[in-house]
């Protein structure tokens, strides 16, 4: 039972993590597009 437990828990962790390292750069991906048209904008 403990280790049935432990192991959806370890499950939980890694899908959790995942979901945060994609929102990290998909949340990357979006503010440096938006830093560059800033930095186009800034320069004409």
Known sequence: ?????MYQLGKIFCCAAIG???LAVVVKKKFMKEVKDI???ISD
């Not at 039972?1 to 437990?5: I, S, V, W």
């Open 1 to 5: 039972m403990e280790k049935e437990k």
């Open 39 to 41: 930095e186009d904008c």
């Open 20 to 22: 945060v390292v994609v």
